[in-house]
């Protein structure tokens, strides 16, 4: 009685084919897995710093002090932020507690040109102790408003998240393309 060998497995073709058929496919998710990490770049930014305004604010009530959130480089958002409490009340330095790092590569943050604008004239956000914004000190860092708003835009998919600033300090994040909430995502 002859032995029958039985083979088990896939032929070189047959594997060739598989690998082939991945390649296609996995080129075809790759746009849109970029675009994806490029997205969630962008509303990892917004909802960071949204994220440290609100905790400012508590920390200013929290503590009974003046905390400010600052930008790391002093002049732009895009080099991440620091939050401190400030020892100077004409200078928003002192002891800093928190820090972001950098925005993902792909995001820029555009301020509003507005001159009564907190971003206009002085890249900061300062909480009084009660959780309202600074206001009263003549240095370059108080404007006399702290409402504004932040914009983080996706450089290559063209998305975009808002920081809107009222005049009492309150920050929201919104979309553009999907917020119908009343304010509108465009006023402060």
Same mark, same amino acid.
């Given at each position: 009685?002859?032995?029958?060998?039985?083979?088990?497995?896939f032929?070189?073709?047959?594997?060739?084919?598989?690998? *082939?058929?991945?390649?296609?496919?996995?080129?075809?998710?790759?746009? +849109?897995?970029?675009?994806?990490?490029? $997205?969630?770049?962008?509303?990892?930014? @917004? =909802?960071?710093?949204?994220?440290?305004?609100?905790?400012?604010? =508590?920390?200013?009530?929290?503590?009974?002090?003046?905390?400010?959130?600052?930008?790391?480089n002093?002049?732009?958002w895009? %080099?991440?932020?620091?939050?401190?409490?400030? =020892? $100077?009340?004409?200078?928003?330095?002192? +002891?800093?507690?928190?820090? %972001?790092?950098?925005?993902?590569?792909?995001?820029?943050?555009?301020? %509003? *040109?507005?001159?009564?604008?907190?971003?206009?004239?002085? &890249?900061?956000?300062?909480?009084?102790?009660? @959780?309202?914004?600074?206001?009263?000190?003549? %240095?370059?860092?108080?404007? @006399?408003?702290?409402?504004?708003?932040?914009?983080?835009?996706?450089?290559?998919?063209?998305?975009?998240?808002?920081?809107?600033?009222?005049? +009492?300090?309150?920050?929201?994040?919104?979309?553009?393309q999907?917020?119908?909430?009343? &304010?509108?995502c465009?006023?402060?």
């Open positions: 009685m002859a032995k029958r060998i039985l083979n088990f497995g032929s070189i073709i047959e594997l060739m084919v598989t690998v *082939a058929m991945v390649a296609i496919l996995a080129s075809l998710a790759v746009p +849109s897995f970029r675009s994806f990490v490029i $997205n969630q770049q962008l509303s990892a930014a @917004g =909802s960071n710093l949204l994220g440290a305004m609100v905790q400012a604010r =508590s920390e200013a009530i929290k503590q009974g002090k003046i905390v400010a959130v600052l930008p790391t002093g002049t732009d895009t %080099s991440g932020w620091y939050l401190t409490i400030v =020892s $100077n009340t004409c200078s928003p330095t002192g +002891s800093i507690f928190a820090a %972001s790092d950098r925005v993902g590569e792909f995001v820029s943050v555009k301020t %509003s *040109a507005s001159s009564n604008s907190f971003v206009a004239t002085n &890249p900061s956000f300062v909480y009084n102790p009660v @959780g309202f914004p600074y206001l009263t000190c003549a %240095s370059p860092y108080y404007s @006399g408003a702290m409402n504004g708003t932040l914009s983080f835009q996706a450089t290559e998919t063209g998305r975009e998240k808002r920081i809107i600033v009222s005049n +009492s300090g309150r920050a929201r994040l919104c979309d553009p999907t917020d119908t909430a009343s &304010p509108p465009s006023g402060s």
